[in-house]
């Protein structure tokens, strides 16, 4: 049978508009797909405007079908990323989840562009998909020295003939060898175990999803967040995957990445599991007293309400100086300033150090 390839791109106003015109793109695609022959093989790839886990991360301001989408509920992709003779796969999941992006906007990394498969091309008959094949293209050359995607550059409407798309290119290899998935070569699929924060700082990275319970968020900045599960027990920074979190709200969560910068523990991918009661989150912030307790003074960690002086960048209090940083740095006090800390994180760039994200997190009592 010939290999079908359906180029397509569900037009920008789907992804500017609410979930039900995704809806409406994928449904005209699913009755393309019903028309053909049964036996036929056919890739589908292109612009979806939709990401790969839209099932899960559906923002409540376009979400206008309750929670369906395109992709999962009409298209029928697979939420664990394999493809059987009924639904289909999209190779996001055959990349680490650091790697599942291909767009960023304002920081927020995106998967709008899917390869996705039928079980066909997984069946070890005809042509099929060659495993951990699947890439984004990411030479030099379409990122700035920034780091920014390198995109198209316009003056007054008109191309200047510099840059690329600001959609990195996916890529995938198919070969007519049969294609072997873990449960062939004997592989078990993982079972997710509970653990406690505490075992995120015995590993580099995670082989295996982990789910903690019980976790409140202490802090919250943005997209950022610090969670711990009790008092006595360590905290962890989530990085750029806090959004949807409250303050002071405890959380079942399945953390599915970490990894460590310049010494500090992060969280960088996460699915929340279930939306628990609010907790009164003083009780799990450091005081000024506990400064000397060496149990206590260790990175992602809350200080509140203390006083001290700011000078040559550390913060001194009774005999006591740690290094401080100034997130915005046009906030940075004076030298010999007395600062009154409302709120600080102790956070971890080589060492230990003092971290105020935000001028509202302190006051300027005197020079």
Aim: contains cysteine; hydrophobic residues 35%.
């Amino acid at each position: 049978s010939p290999l079908w390839v359906f180029v397509n791109h569900w037009k920008s106003r789907a992804y500017r508009g609410y979930e039900s015109k995704r809806m409406k793109y994928a449904k005209v695609l699913k009755k393309r797909l019903e028309q053909m022959p049964k036996e036929n093989p056919y890739i589908l790839l292109g612009d979806f405007n939709t990401d790969y886990d839209a099932h899960f991360s559906l923002e409540k301001k376009i979400d206008d079908t309750q929670g369906k989408t395109g992709l999962h509920d009409v298209l029928g992709i697979s939420k664990d990323g394999m493809a059987d003779k009924s639904s289909h796969s999209t190779l996001w999941h055959d990349l680490a989840f650091d790697a599942r992006w291909n767009t960023k906007f304002y920081g927020k990394k995106g998967t709008p562009d899917h390869i996705i498969l039928p079980g066909a091309l997984f069946d070890k008959k005809g042509i099929n998909y060659v495993k951990h094949s699947f890439k984004v293209f990411r030479k030099p050359y379409l990122f700035t020295k920034k780091g920014y995607i390198n995109r198209w550059q316009y003056k007054k409407g008109k191309h200047r003939g510099k840059g690329y798309s600001d959609h990195l290119p996916i890529m995938a290899n198919f070969d007519f060898k049969p294609y072997v998935s873990d449960a062939n070569t004997g592989a078990k699929k993982p079972k997710v175990q509970a653990k406690n924060i505490a075992y995120l700082y015995t590993q580099e990275s995670l082989e295996n999803e982990v789910i903690l319970k019980d976790v409140l968020v202490i802090w919250k900045e943005k997209r950022h967040a610090i969670i711990k599960q009790t008092k006595e027990g360590r905290g962890v920074f989530l990085f750029s995957c806090a959004k949807d979190l409250e303050l002071g709200r405890r959380y079942d969560m399945r953390v599915q990445a970490i990894k460590t910068y310049k010494g500090l523990k992060e969280i960088t991918h996460l699915r929340v599991l279930e939306k628990k009661d609010k907790v009164a989150i003083a009780p799990y912030l450091l005081e000024e007293s506990d400064l000397r307790n060496k149990d206590l003074l260790r990175q992602n960690e809350v200080l509140k309400e203390s006083i001290g002086i700011y000078k040559n960048g550390y913060y001194s209090i009774q005999g006591l100086k740690i290094p401080i940083y100034f997130k915005k740095k046009k906030s940075k006090p004076k030298n010999g300033s007395k600062l009154k800390i409302h709120k600080a994180l102790l956070g971890y760039y080589k060492q230990l150090q003092l971290v105020l994200y935000s001028p509202n997190n302190f006051t300027v009592l005197e020079n």
